[in-house]
């Protein structure tokens, strides 16, 4: 998206039938509804000129997609689950099958089913199998859960138990026997331990470290040339993707556009640095963007309106300090808004009051509440 917007021809590959990642094919409909994320998909891909869908990247392919492009950007996620293990796993569904398979309507029906790992995406899990009828569900974990939030909430609104230390032993057609010789029963086992990239198709000129690729912060992998973001590089959210993704894209467009060297940023000159800041996307984006295009179909406001305080926190926790999320510089018609540099890594977003027209998007768009619309002074 990013690279596009800079006037750049990426071209995305992704094994699935459709893209989007884990937020289409795992995350449940009930955090994100269907039809939104796919207006995001639609919009997505009505400005990438090259989407390769159901084309999985494997290592014999990788020298041809790194010669045939400048660049190139792995966002491949964390598509391993880690296995548990013990006797019987062959009989563990994994968390990320369950759910989707959930989303798909073809979930392993039941009525009991026990989660092994009480982290949130055991909480989806939970949800998601109180949605399709099981009754009885058990989350077990090998210490105090780190679940927590809405995620939590909903599995107990499905009755979900949560126990722990609990030690599996053994799966069986029974169930989870645990070291103390419990059984508890189910009908359905789920593991939910998290999941590993698959990086067998990584070249050796891309360094790794604990089953995660290794970047500096600027989203660069030990080969200059081939940058890694997302679930990739370390287990995060959305947000964290998302942004590395950005970022990832400003640092190409700025080589490719002469304002920074590919090198290493450890060795780089200061000057060389402050470019790499970030790189000034305004100056270009005219020549993509054809101002007709941007309409009110591209302005979702957040909602703003919530019944406690307690409900907002929830559902971001960043008033009134900027997250770098860059909605406002994109929406701006006018190119007002810029992120400026002020050294030691901090920032801020500047408009430009003699481009600003008014309009209020950057004011409504912002999760934050950062902007503030102050009437003009009434011409005398
Ligand atoms: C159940 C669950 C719930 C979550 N809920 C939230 C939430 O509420 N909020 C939040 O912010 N985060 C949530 N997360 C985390 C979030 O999903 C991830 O942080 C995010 O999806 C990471 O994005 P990514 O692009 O790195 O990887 P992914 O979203 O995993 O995308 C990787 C893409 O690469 C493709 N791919 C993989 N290997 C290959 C290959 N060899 N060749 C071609 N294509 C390949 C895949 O098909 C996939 O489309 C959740 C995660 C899970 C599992
Ligand atoms: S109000 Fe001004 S700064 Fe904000 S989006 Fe509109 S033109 Fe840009
Ligand atoms: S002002 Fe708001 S929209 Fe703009 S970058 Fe900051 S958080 Fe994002």
């Not at 409909?29 to 994320?37: A, E, N």
Request: glycine share 10%; aromatic share 6%; proline share 6%.
């Amino acid at each position: 998206w990013h690279l596009r917007l800079a006037g750049h021809h990426p071209v995305v590959y992704d094994m699935a039938e459709r893209l989007g990642g884990k937020i289409t094919s795992a995350i449940p409909d009930s955090r994100i509804p269907g039809d939104i994320l796919q207006g995001e998909l639609d919009r997505i891909e009505s400005v990438l000129e090259h989407v390769r869908l159901k084309t999985r990247l494997v290592a014999s392919d990788f020298q041809a997609i790194i010669n045939e492009h400048d660049f190139v950007v792995l966002a491949t996620g964390a598509q391993k689950p880690r296995n548990l293990p013990v006797p019987g796993s062959e009989r563990l569904v994994t968390a990320l099958d369950f759910l989707q398979q959930s989303k798909a309507g073809k979930a392993p029906t039941g009525r009991s089913l026990v989660v092994i790992g009480a982290g949130n995406v055991g909480c989806d899990v939970a949800t998601e199998a109180g949605q399709v009828g099981y009754t009885d569900i058990t989350l077990i974990d090998i210490q105090e859960p780190a679940s927590f939030g809405k995620e939590r909430e909903e599995a107990e609104k499905f009755g979900a138990k949560f126990r722990w230390p609990c030690f599996t032993k053994e799966i069986t057609d029974e169930g989870v026997v645990l070291t103390n010789g419990e059984l508890l029963r189910a009908d359905t086992v789920v593991v939910s331990i998290g999941d590993q990239p698959d990086l067998d198709y990584l070249p050796s000129s891309v360094d790794t470290s604990r089953g995660f690729v290794t970047v500096d912060k600027t989203w660069q992998t030990t080969d200059p040339r081939i940058f890694a973001v997302g679930d990739i590089v370390r287990p995060g959210l959305l947000t964290h993707a998302i942004g590395a993704g950005r970022k990832a894209a400003m640092v190409i467009d700025a080589i490719i556009k002469g304002r920074r060297p590919l090198g290493d940023p450890a060795t780089m000159r200061e000057a060389d640095l402050v470019s790499l800041e970030y790189a000034d996307l305004q100056a270009d984006r005219s020549e993509t963007i054809d101002y007709s295009r941007i309409t009110l179909e591209y302005f979702d406001p957040r909602r703003d309106v919530f019944s406690d305080t307690g409900q907002c926190a929830t559902e971001c926790s960043s008033c009134g300090s900027c997250r770098d999320c860059g909605l406002c510089a994109d929406i701006c018609p006018q190119g007002a808004i810029h992120r400026a540099g002020l050294g030691n890594e901090k920032f801020e977003m500047v408009s430009d009051p003699a481009r600003c027209i008014g309009c209020g998007f950057c004011a409504q768009v912002c999760p934050c509440g950062i902007w503030t619309m102050i009437p003009n002074t009434p011409l005398e």
